[in-house]
């Protein structure tokens, strides 16, 4: 896991590829860094390439769904949101923030989502003013050490 170094000092010193969890960049906007090591032709760590991972536009071409009513979202292992096609959504964190307070079942089965590889659940969420049932079906992708929980949405 990458510390509060960036991703070339800690290839360096450790030789293994890294991904950080979602940052603040100093152009502005949130991503992953990421840093892999580069080796000469004897094996010897030489140098290292980094590179900025924006989730939001990794994930954008799935907001095409959300006309037919499916959406998707990806969350840290730690609960925080990533992705969310209602962008006010995005960098809460599922487990404490106050909008998840009042439904239990959100909260639950998040702590699903981050524990078990794959899965399916239901829960019960405020949308457009109204409580609305949503079914969640969900995968555990691991980048570089980082866990991500990918799922998608739709209502039940």
């Known amino acids: 896991m990458l ?3 960036g991703p070339v000092r800690v290839v360096m010193e450790q030789g293994l590829p890294v991904m950080s ?12 860094a990421i840093g892999h090591p580069i080796f000469d032709a004897e094996g010897t760590l030489s140098g290292a390439i980094s590179s900025l991972l924006r989730p ?13 009513g ?10 925080l949101v990533l992705y969310d096609p ?28 981050v524990n078990e590889i794959s899965g399916n659940d239901r829960h019960s969420f405020q949308q457009n003013g109204g ?11 691991s980048i570089l ?7 998608v949405n739709t209502l039940a």
């Open 56 to 68: 939001d536009q990794l994930m954008e071409s799935m907001t095409a769904f959300t006309e037919m």
């Open 3 to 5: 510390n509060d170094d």
């Open 70 to 79: 499916i959406n998707a979202m990806v969350m840290q292992a730690d609960g």
């Open 145 to 151: 050490g980082e866990r991500w929980t990918i799922a």
């Open 21 to 32: 969890p979602l940052l603040m960049t100093l152009e502005g906007y949130e991503a992953v």
């Open 131 to 141: 409580l609305v049932e949503k079914r969640v079906a969900w995968t555990i992708v």
């Open 86 to 113: 209602d962008t006010s959504r995005v960098r809460r964190d599922t487990f404490t923030d106050p909008i998840c307070q009042g439904f239990p079942q959100i909260k639950a089965v998040a702590q699903r989502m």
